[in-house]
Every structure is written in C-alpha cells, then in structure tokens.
C-alpha cells in the first residue's frame, strides 16, 4: 500500500491564528484530498487538492479558511485560518491511485 | 451527490460471533464499494472493496456483498476477534475520477 505522511501530527494553536499541515505521498496519485474528522464522526470531505490549481471545495468550506496548494504531484498542504475553537479536529490527507484512497495519519488539531 | 447510509451505528457481539454491516447508497451510477477499517486514533485502512461487476468477494474472515439493484451492500466477519472492535465506514463511488463520500460509520465492538 502507499505512504502518506503528514505534519505535524498535533499542535495546539491559539484563536485567530493559522496552521499549515503538510501531506507527502510517496509515489505518483491521481487525486489528493483533504479531510476533516470530528471525534466520533465519519470523514467530511473538505476539498480535492488539484496539482497546479485552485482546489475543488464542497460546500461549507471556503479557500479563504482553508487555502490549499498542491503544487506537484506527490506533495500538498493545507492551511486553516483564522482559526476558532470550531476547527479543533483532525485532519487528514489522502490520497488515490486508481480505484484504491490511503490516508495519512492525521493531524490533531486543537485551538485554544 | 451519494447518499449513504449505515446500519446499525454500533454493533456488540461476542468473540467468535458473526458481524453484518450494511451499507445504502442513492447513486446508482455508483461502481466501486469500499470498506475502511479505522481503529482508535488511528488512520481508515481499506480492509476489503467490490466492483459492481462481481456479487461478492471473501478474504479470510471478511467479506462483502453486493446488491446493485436494491443498491445496497454488506461487510460481513465472521469468527470475530478483539482486534476487529474498530469503526468501519463504507464509501460507495463511481470509481476513479471520483471522491469517496463516507457512511456515517459502525462502532463494532468485540467482547470476550
């Protein structure tokens, strides 16, 4: 199966500021997302992270709070800003080959 | 976009017994029938997936089947052990080019 990484695994931020996690892949995707996971939830999309443009967001989220890059094939980041007590979650980077997705690992967010 | 909707949301049974999760889905262009294994503070991991061409597959202890017409379809364990007490999610898709939409998940739980 495929390797994803993310970083950092956790941080614990202040109210108003931003984070940027960072999700590397180890081979060549078709697709990279980028999830969120409340504590006892399923997995809510938030966007398909398109190399070399802007991503594809679902609705209820916006590329001013969580911009997205992907600037090649096997690397992206995510950003939440602005950040409220609301985006403590954790978020998660996958990634899809063919018909198969792998996530990452997660990263535990929690805004103070 | 995929409706998807899991039964039961949480699932008790002995070690050794049978478990069956069913998974209901609206998009009947739907193709591709994963089931993600996620256990406590850790990633999903895909455990078993079905195309719409075959009506079930087996690996081991796990199983799924498929019902294309009522749209609908089933992981099955059997022989239960502590180590499948684990949220599982289904996310039905139309394959390659398409993100996953999770079902809510079941909290199955292993009790010696």
């Known amino acids: 199966s495929a390797v994803i990484s993310q970083k950092p695994s956790r941080d614990i931020c202040q109210r108003g500021t931003s984070l940027t996690i960072q999700c590397q892949v180890d081979?060549?995707?078709?697709?990279m997302f980028w999830y969120r996971q409340q504590p006892g939830q399923s997995l809510t999309l938030i966007a398909t992270?398109?190399?070399?443009?802007?991503?594809?967001?679902e609705s209820g989220f916006v590329i001013d709070k969580f911009p997205i890059s992907r600037p090649n094939l096997t690397f992206s980041t995510l950003t939440v800003s602005n950040m409220s007590p609301e985006d403590s979650s954790i978020y998660l980077c996958?990634?899809?080959?063919?018909?198969?997705?792998?996530f990452g690992p997660g990263t535990r967010l929690t805004v103070l | 976009g995929e409706n998807v909707e899991q039964h039961p949301s949480t699932l008790s049974v002995q070690e050794g017994d049978s478990a069956v999760i069913k998974c209901t889905y609206s998009?009947?262009?739907?193709?591709?029938f994963p089931w993600y294994k996620q256990e406590l503070g850790k990633r999903p991991q895909l455990i078993i997936d079905?195309?719409?061409?075959?009506g079930e597959k087996k690996d081991q202890r796990i199983a799924v089947t498929l019902n294309k017409t009522a749209k609908h379809f089933s992981l099955h364990i059997t022989e239960t052990q502590p180590e499948d007490s684990a949220v599982y999610f289904c996310?039905?898709?139309?394959?390659?080019?398409?993100?996953?939409?999770f079902g809510t998940g079941t909290r199955l739980q292993v009790t010696l």
């Open positions: 998009d009947s262009a739907s193709n591709y």
């Open positions: 992270a398109n190399q070399g443009s802007e991503a594809t967001y």
């Open positions: 081979s060549q995707v078709t697709m």
């Open positions: 079905i195309r719409s061409n075959v």
């Open positions: 996958s990634g899809r080959w063919t018909d198969t997705q792998y």
């Open positions: 996310a039905p898709n139309t394959g390659t080019a398409s993100k996953l939409t």
